[in-house]
């Protein structure tokens, strides 16, 4: 079966492209340049000899028509599924032009290419966020429950003012596009849509190059920054907060949707530590301090050369961290979600051999 995955350079695709190869699936990914195609090529390669992974070049989601040749060069694509969008701070552009056009315009080009196009497409997956689904006014609040029921309320108007909700409105507008699409256009649509809404994502790389670059991608950066911190770093450690997930259990829940028929028409919200057997609604919740406590308390070989934070950080989270359920998630995926401490232990294990070996 034929799967696309945009983005396919991305923190997150690459690990979907880790499950799908695993398991079989011939992929085509789309990257912005040719050079980025071929590094990716090169090591599934070396993973999967005998895996079917071909690109093609989309050099801007958001410019008209970006995907049709896509579906123009594979007519054959059976899922597609949507990870490109751009999670990086400090762009330098309008709030606009960094976060609400090719988050809304990327999303819009793709649904209107697999529907143009991709006439054997079953199933579409979009990665949307946690932040279309935060309440910013309901953090603390614990008689707010957020669900996968809930929507992020707040207009762009607003939203714009900073980055950070910016960049989360633009994931609610893009996400909100994707279901009011399929509703304005459900005499003709042939396919299912899935909707995987992560909080921040943690973990490792699927491969070591993607240390090579200084700074990673902005949530796992949040684990690589802990590494940069000196005893005497003052701060601030209770920030960012939130909510986390691994990577390798988002992967996964882009590709379920493929399989599972229950899974059409669902926003899914993963959360470190819930599960269908456990029921661990805090584990997820973070702050830069509990990054840096988890690290000191399993790496004693970086005692004296890292922050320990301030222990007043500790558990600040948990008053401050949105309160959630997503009993919905893991009853209809069966997944137990990874804790915490393994995402943060795997990445800081493969950042550490990384560096011994360069
Ligand atoms: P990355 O920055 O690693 O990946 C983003 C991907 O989108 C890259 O492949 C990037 O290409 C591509 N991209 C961005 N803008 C454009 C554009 N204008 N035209 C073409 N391609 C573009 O981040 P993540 O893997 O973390 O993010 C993937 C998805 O997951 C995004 O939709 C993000 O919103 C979502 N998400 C991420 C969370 C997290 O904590 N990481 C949490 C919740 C949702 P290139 O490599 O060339 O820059």
Not at 182 to 207: A, C, I, M, R, W
Not at 214 to 239: H, I, M, R, W, Y
Not at 299 to 316: D, H, R, W
Not at 340 to 355: A, M, P
């Amino acid at each position: 079966e034929q799967v696309l995955v945009t983005g396919a350079s991305g923190f997150i695709a690459l690990h979907v492209l880790d499950v799908l190869l695993s398991e079989g699936y011939d992929v085509i990914g789309t990257v912005r340049s040719k050079d980025k195609a071929d590094r990716i090529g090169k090591s599934f390669k070396e993973l999967y000899p005998y895996a079917k992974l071909e690109f093609s070049i989309v050099s801007d989601i958001s410019a008209p028509g970006a995907f049709d040749h896509v579906f123009q060069d594979y007519p054959n694509i059976q899922h597609v599924l949507h990870t490109a969008s751009p999670f990086s701070f400090g762009l330098g552009k309008s709030m606009e032009e960094s976060y609400l056009n090719p988050a809304t315009q990327g999303t819009k080009g793709i649904l209107e290419a697999t529907l143009k196009f991709g006439k054997e497409v079953k199933h579409v997956v979009v990665t949307s966020s946690h932040a279309a689904i935060m309440n910013f006014d309901k953090i603390g609040d614990s008689s707010f429950i957020h669900t996968e029921d809930t929507w992020n309320p707040m207009p762009w108007e607003e939203a714009k003012n900073s980055e950070l909700t910016a960049y989360c409105a633009s994931k609610k507008y893009a996400e909100k596009l994707c279901w009011d699409f399929l509703e304005s256009h459900k005499d003709q649509v042939h396919f299912s849509l899935t909707t995987v809404n992560p909080p921040y994502v943690l973990g490792p790389q699927v491969f070591d190059w993607g240390l090579e670059r200084g700074s990673l991608n902005t949530s796992a950066e949040l684990v690589n920054k802990a590494l940069k911190t000196t005893p005497d770093f003052e701060g601030p450690f209770d920030q960012p907060q939130g909510l986390s997930v691994d990577v390798r259990d988002v992967a996964l829940l882009h590709v379920l949707p493929l399989r599972n028929e229950k899974l059409a028409g669902k926003r899914l919200l993963p959360v470190s530590g819930t599960g269908v057997k456990e029921h661990d609604y805090e584990d997820g919740k973070f702050n830069f301090q509990k990054i840096l406590d988890t690290v000191n308390a399993n790496f004693p070989e970086l005692n004296g050369k890292i922050s320990k934070g301030n222990s007043k950080y500790s558990k600040s989270y948990l008053k401050t961290a949105d309160f959630f359920n997503n009993d919905k998630t893991t009853q209809l995926t069966g997944i137990e979600f990874k804790k915490f401490e393994t995402s943060i232990i795997d990445s800081i294990k493969q950042i550490l051999d990384f560096e011994k070996k360069s």
